[in-house]
């Protein structure tokens, strides 16, 4: 099984990103899907996004005006559009399964002026 993120980078505040997770040796279409970030300093990563099997979806507080998370079964992608970015956004973010089991080396997101 592997999990490759990407899509991050640096952006100013109010800027937009979109993450991509391309999964690899299991058919996501069977499991619920979800980003997670690690903020700096933090050893615990907190659930951001989750989307269901059935495409119903769930958001962090901070970032359910803001964010949308989709995937694609035919591809098996996951992707985290986001839009509005905050500084408070900077993290390192990572896709796996909801509850999570494999993890990929995450992607970074940095909001700075």
């Known amino acids: 099984v592997q999990v490759v993120e990407s899509g991050g980078g640096l952006v100013q505040p109010g800027g937009s990103l979109r993450l991509s997770c391309t999964v690899s040796g299991f058919d996501i279409s069977s499991k619920p899907m979800a980003w997670y970030r690690q903020v700096p300093g933090s050893q615990q990563r907190e659930l951001v996004a989750r989307v269901g099997i059935y495409k119903n979806t769930r958001y962090l507080d901070s970032v359910k005006t803001r964010f949308t998370i989709s995937r694609d079964n035919g591809k098996n992608m996951v992707y985290l559009q986001m839009p509005k970015l905050k500084p408070e956004d900077t993290a390192v973010y990572y896709c796996?399964?909801?509850?999570?089991?494999?993890w990929g080396q995450g992607t970074r997101v940095t909001v700075s002026s």
């Open positions: 796996s399964t909801d509850p999570p089991d494999t």
